[in-house]
């Protein structure tokens, strides 16, 4: 089954950084997630995007769903160590056999040096 | 309030057991799922339900059943468990559709 293609895998920060991470495929989407997981927890839902075009925000952390719904990037404003874990973009398809299902990218690890 | 409850949270087996991994929810979701989890695979979807009484299969359902006879349970059978099995299981649930917002906190599963 295809995956999302997500980037980069993995980042080392400096505390006080901003980071981006994007995700991109060769199908179009109607929606966009993005989930953080901690170790040993589930992941947790931080954005959604169901709109082309759309940027949204939820505190430090920035979304948007690209204007050809093919990618979606997340950005992390003056990360701190608590941003630490693995980072996730999901999308769900607008057509065809997997219509609705959700395909998930690779994760992104991200580490935040004190 | 405990949201997606999955149990146990870790388990070995031997290959050739058989066990089902459990899923509850208490949001009264109608849509539920199951993804396995290895490394650098992200999730991956096993099989889903969109309500009581009705499952489809996702993206790699080889190997594992399930039945959807509650709105809350949804559970995960592995019939003869093969050491491919190995991998982290999480359920998950929602209002609306796969977009998922409740994770459960995932059951590491060792097949030996």
């Known amino acids: 089954g295809q995956q999302l293609n997500q980037s980069p895998q993995s980042m080392f920060i400096q505390e006080g950084e901003d980071v981006s991470m994007n995700c991109t495929s060769s199908s179009i989407f109607n929606t966009w997630l993005w989930y953080k997981q901690e170790p040993g927890e589930g992941p947790v839902l931080l954005i959604a995007l169901y709109k082309a075009g759309e940027l949204t925000s939820n505190g430090r952390l920035t979304a948007q769903f690209g204007i050809t719904r093919k990618d979606s990037f997340l950005n992390i404003s003056a990360s701190i160590p608590s941003d630490v874990g693995i980072y996730f973009c999901a999308g769900r398809r607008a057509g065809g056999t997997s219509y609705g299902k959700l395909t998930f990218g690779q994760g992104t690890i991200l580490t935040v040096h004190p | 309030n405990a949201g997606v409850t999955q149990t146990p949270k870790f388990q070995v087996l031997k290959t050739g057991q058989s066990m089902t991994l459990q899923c509850a929810q208490d949001?009264?979701?109608?849509?539920m799922s199951w993804y396995r989890q290895d490394p650098g695979m992200g999730l991956r979807l096993i099989h889903y339900s969109v309500g009581a009484g009705i499952t489809d299969q996702g993206e790699v359902p080889n190997g594992y059943n399930v039945s959807r006879s509650t709105t809350e349970d949804f559970p995960l059978r592995l019939l003869s468990a093969a050491p491919s099995q190995t991998s982290v299981y999480f359920c998950?649930?929602?209002?609306?559709?796969?977009?998922?917002?409740?994770f459960g906190q995932g059951t590491r599963l060792t097949v030996v």
């Open positions: 998950a649930s929602s209002y609306s559709g796969p977009a998922e917002a409740f």
């Open positions: 949001m009264n979701h109608e849509y």
